[in-house]
């Protein structure tokens, strides 16, 4: 039942959410064992702070409640695939795991930041991708 | 009067109220004009919250106290090379400039994440790089 792809959902429904607050539709969740510790998603435009991207807010909320600076045994489940602030913060946070759904060739840190992870951070891409892509995709069509 | 080293001077000043309080002693400012409109101090160990750099609380600070996202007509000091996470976050911001003292060659940007910053951000280093990486070097030796 745990599988990538139902935490995955998870985060998708967070980016949905964003999506109707008309927030760029990022989602992302933090998972613990089998259980989902923190949910969040883009809140760029409601809080007026570039920095509120969904992991960011995921990782700060995990670890308030794990009561620990760091996240080694979590994994964080995020739509897109984080850009270079977001993946430094899960080199800081220790990340065990970062699974992500679309890939985003613009600022995605696999491009212009492939060393920001720590080297214990396993990574998983291309889950639901063509739903979290799409996603977003929708969302800058309706911008135009 | 409204120096580099002026201004460097005040984030070095947080820098050391962080070191007073037993975190990373690394300070930073915002200025607008001549005028600082924030100021933060590296706070990861009281916050528990490894995103809580002094950078990420400065751009956060200055954009609540001027009422915008983007920091375009800003400047940025602080006193040591900005980490991969923060770079990410000046470049959300479309920060106008950037002005860091001492290198970081570990954690530092400039070796992990060349091109984070926004391309329109100028960045100049070295400002009181001596004093702000010596407070640095300090805090480490006291701990171990």
């Given at each position: 039942m745990f599988t990538h792809e139902y935490f995955m959902r998870q985060a998708l429904q967070q980016a949905q959410?964003?999506?109707q607050n008309n927030e760029v539709p990022i989602g992302a969740?933090?998972?613990c064992g089998d259980t989902i510790v923190a949910k969040a998603h883009n809140q760029t435009e409601l809080l007026q702070d570039v920095t509120a991207h969904a992991e960011i807010l995921a990782i700060?909320?995990?670890t308030q409640h794990i009561g620990a600076k760091y996240l080694p045994?979590?994994?964080l489940y995020v739509t897109l695939e984080p850009c270079v602030?977001?993946?430094g913060a899960a080199f800081w946070a220790q990340l065990g795991e970062l699974i992500f759904g679309a890939s985003d060739p613009k600022r995605g840190f696999s491009v212009l930041a492939?060393?920001?992870l720590h080297p214990k951070t396993?990574?998983?891409r291309g889950i639901l991708a063509e739903e979290c892509g799409a996603?977003?995709?929708q969302f800058f069509l309706n911008k135009r």
């Open positions: 959410i964003a999506f969740v933090v998972v700060t909320a995990a045994n979590c994994k602030m977001c993946s492939p060393a920001a396993m990574v998983t996603l977003v995709k």
